[in-house]
C-alpha cells in the first residue's frame, strides 16, 4: 500500500460540535504530519509527529487536538472551532530520516 | 524561520512552450527544496525534487536547478501540455535535528495554464 488515506472526505460542523479527522498509512513511515490549506494558498504545517510521538507544534490553538495512536494512524481532534477555521485539512507521512512525504487527499472541513 | 517566494504567481503558456517557476529561500540550512502540483480538489503531488548537494536534476519534461549562493531554485517544464495546467508549489525544508520529522515551508504557488 503506497497511499496515505484520509476520512471524512467532506465534514460540516457547527461551531459548537466535537469531530475527529483521521488519517491512515501503511508504507510503514514512523513521522506523520497535519497541515491547513486555505483556498488558494500554500498548504501551512501544523503538527509533526515521529515514533507516535509530537515533534513539532506550530503554536495551533487548543481547539485542534492531534493524536497519534499507532504508527499507523493519526488523528486530529477538533472542538469549538470558527469559521475561519474552514479549510482543507491534509495528512501526511514520510520516512523519519527522509525527506519525501506523502499527502493524503484531504478532508474539506466547513465550520458553520 | 524559513520564507520561500515563489513567482510568478499565474502563467500562461502555449501548449508546447517552456514554463518557469522560480523560488528563493532565506534559511541557508534548508537543503531540501521539492516541487509539488495540485490539481483543483486534489491532494499535492510531488513532481521533483532536488537536494543541496545537487546543482540540477532532471526527468524527462521537468527540470530543477539550484544555486544554493544565491538561494535561488526553479523549475523548468519543457513542450508543455494541458494536462500541465494546476497550482505549482515550491518548498524547503531542513531536517529536524531532535525529535525527527521534517518541516516543509512552501512557496505561494504558481496558477500555470497550458493553452491550446
Known amino acids: 500500500d503506497t497511499e496515505v488515506t484520509q476520512t471524512p472526505k467532506h465534514l460540516v460542523m457547527g461551531m459548537t460540535n466535537k469531530k475527529s479527522l483521521k488519517c491512515e498509512q501503511h508504507?510503514?513511515?514512523?513521522?506523520m504530519y497535519w497541515y491547513k490549506q486555505k483556498a488558494k494558498k500554500p498548504p501551512e504545517l501544523m503538527f509533526v509527529?515521529?515514533?507516535?510521538?509530537?515533534?513539532i507544534n506550530e503554536s495551533v490553538p487548543s481547539r485542534f487536538s492531534p493524536e497519534c495512536p499507532n504508527s499507523s494512524l493519526l488523528n486530529l481532534h477538533l472542538h469549538a472551532l470558527q469559521p475561519e477555521d474552514s479549510a482543507l485539512y491534509l495528512c501526511?507521512?514520510?520516512?523519519?530520516?527522509?525527506?519525501?512525504?506523502?499527502f493524503g487527499p484531504g478532508t474539506r472541513l466547513t465550520v458553520l | 524561520g524559513e520564507n520561500v517566494e515563489q513567482h510568478p504567481s499565474t502563467l500562461s503558456v502555449q501548449e508546447g512552450d517552456s514554463a518557469v517557476i522560480k523560488c528563493t529561500y532565506s534559511?541557508?540550512?534548508?537543503?531540501?527544496f521539492p516541487w509539488y502540483k495540485q490539481e483543483l480538489g486534489k491532494r499535492p503531488q510531488l513532481i521533483i525534487d532536488?537536494?543541496?548537494?545537487?546543482g540540477e536534476k532532471k526527468d524527462q519534461r521537468i527540470a530543477v536547478t539550484l544555486n544554493k549562493t544565491a538561494k535561488h531554485f526553479s523549475l523548468h517544464i519543457t513542450e508543455t501540455q494541458p494536462e500541465d495546467s494546476a497550482v505549482y508549489f515550491c518548498?524547503?525544508?531542513?531536517?529536524?535535528?531532535?525529535?525527527?520529522?521534517?518541516?516543509?515551508?512552501f512557496g505561494t504557488g504558481t496558477q500555470l495554464k497550458v493553452e491550446l
Open positions: 501526511a507521512s514520510s520516512q523519519v530520516l527522509d525527506y519525501e512525504q506523502f
Open positions: 508504507m510503514g513511515h514512523r513521522a
Open positions: 509527529y515521529s515514533y507516535e510521538k509530537l515533534s
Open positions: 534559511d541557508s540550512a534548508s537543503n531540501y
Open positions: 532536488i537536494r543541496s548537494n545537487v
Open positions: 518548498a524547503a525544508s531542513r531536517r529536524k535535528v531532535t525529535g525527527g520529522g521534517n518541516k516543509l515551508t
